[in-house]
C-alpha cells in the first residue's frame, strides 16, 4: 500500500512510501481509504507547528472515509463492506473530555489516514450517512464534529437564536449549516466579498467584510444592540477581543481556532462585566460524532467541499490550505 509520510517537518518533506497492507490484530479493522479531507490543524502538522517534538515519520491528516475491507479477530461492531470513518481521537468514545480520552489522535499521537489503507481499532470507527460521497464523509471527523459541539452542545443554540460565524472555512461553513438546522438566524465574517456570496446561498443571513468595517459594532447594529448568542470563534487571539465584543451579555464563545495572533493585552474585563460563557471546544467523542451523523442524514445535508486532489498531489493539497484560499474543504481523492 502507498502512504503519504512526514520524515522532517515541512510541506516540501513530504514523501509517498509504500509497504505491503498490516496484518490484524484483535479488535481492529482494515479500512480501505477514499478520501481524505484537510484541516488546519492537519497543515500545522505538517510544517512543525502543532507539535515541534512529534514524533517522526509520522502520516497526516485526521480524517478519512473509507471502506472496510477486513476485521480482526473478536470484531463485532463493523463487517467488511461497511462505509466507515475513523473518528478523530480514538480513544474518546463518549462522556466527558479527560486527559486519557484525548490521546490517540489521528495524524497527531498516531499515524493518520494519508493512505491508501488504515488500521484501526472498532471502537474508533462510525458509519456515515449513506446520502454522501466518499469526498463529502471524509470531511466530517473533525471540522463537521467540532461545529455540531460548538453549536448544539457549548452554544445551546435554538431556534431563534443568532449565531456568529468567522470566515468561510470547514468548521465555520458546518456550524453555519448546523445553526440553520436548528431555526437561528447566522450573521457572518470574512474579507471576501465574494465568498459571503457564496455563503448567502448556503442559508447566511447577513455578512460583513472586516476589512471595511468594524465588525463587533456590526453585530451590535444587527442584533438591535443586544449582542450574539453564540460567536463560534475560529481566528483565535487576533480575533478574541472582537468576540467579546460582539457576543451579548450572558452569551457563549466557542473557542477553537489558533488562526492569528493578539495585537493587544488580553483584557479579563469584558468576559467578567458580560458574564459570558467560554468555552474550548477540541473535536469531540464517538457519540457526539454518530449524534451529528443522525442529524446529517434526517435532513440530507451537504458537506461543502471546495477543491479535490488526487493522491499524488496531496502536498500540493495542504499548500492550498496554507494559502487559505478554499470556501468549506479541501479533499484528497485516495481511490474509487
Known amino acids: 500500500m502507498k502512504f503519504w509520510q512526514i520524515p522532517a517537518f515541512g510541506i516540501h518533506n513530504l514523501e509517498v512510501k509504500e509497504r505491503p497492507v498490516p496484518e490484524l490484530s484483535r479488535g481492529q479493522v482494515l479500512v480501505k481509504v477514499h478520501a481524505v479531507s484537510l484541516n488546519y490543524r492537519d497543515l500545522m502538522v505538517v510544517v512543525g507547528k502543532y507539535n515541534p517534538k512529534l514524533a517522526l515519520p509520522r502520516i497526516p491528516c485526521s480524517d478519512g472515509a473509507g471502506e472496510v475491507t477486513a476485521v480482526g479477530e473478536g470484531v463485532t461492531r463493523v463487517k467488511p463492506g461497511q462505509r466507515v470513518a475513523g473518528i478523530f481521537m480514538q480513544n474518546w468514545i463518549d462522556g466527558a473530555p479527560e486527559a486519557a480520552k484525548q490521546r490517540g489522535a489521528l495524524g497527531g499521537d498516531i499515524d493518520g489516514m494519508l493512505s491508501e489503507y488504515a488500521v484501526l481499532h472498532e471502537d474508533g470507527l462510525v458509519d456515515v450517512p449513506e446520502h454522501l460521497s466518499w469526498e463529502e464523509a471524509a470531511t466530517l471527523p473533525c471540522a463537521a464534529v ?20 468567522q470566515g468561510t472555512g470547514g468548521v465555520s461553513i458546518f456550524a453555519l449549516q448546523f445553526a440553520k438546522l436548528v431555526g437561528a438566524r447566522v450573521l457572518g465574517t470574512s474579507s471576501s466579498d465574494e465568498k459571503l456570496q457564496r455563503a448567502h446561498t448556503l442559508g447566511l443571513d447577513a455578512g460583513v467584510n472586516y476589512k471595511r468595517e468594524d465588525w463587533p459594532k456590526w453585530v451590535l447594529d444587527e442584533t438591535g444592540g443586544r449582542g450574539a448568542d453564540l460567536v463560534v470563534e475560529v481566528g483565535g487571539a487576533g480575533t478574541f477581543a472582537q468576540s467579546l465584543k460582539a457576543v451579548r451579555v450572558g452569551g457563549r464563545v466557542a473557542q477553537i481556532g489558533v488562526l492569528s495572533q493578539a495585537t493587544e493585552p488580553f483584557q479579563i474585563g469584558p468576559l467578567l462585566h458580560k ?62
Do not use: C
Not at 467540532?146 to 460565524?165: F, L
Open 275 to 336: 458574564q459570558i460563557h467560554l468555552r474550548g471546544i477540541y473535536v469531540g467523542s464517538r457519540a457526539d460524532f454518530e449524534e451529528m451523523n443522525r442529524a446529517i442524514s434526517q435532513h440530507h445535508l451537504q458537506p461543502v467541499v471546495d477543491q479535490v486532489f488526487s493522491f499524488e498531489d496531496a502536498p500540493v493539497a495542504v499548500k492550498t490550505m496554507e494559502n487559505a484560499s478554499h470556501f468549506g474543504k479541501i479533499v484528497i481523492r485516495v481511490s474509487r
Open 146 to 165: 467540532t461545529a455540531w459541539n460548538a453549536v448544539v452542545h457549548a452554544g445551546e443554540i435554538k431556534a431563534g437564536d443568532t449565531v456568529v460565524i
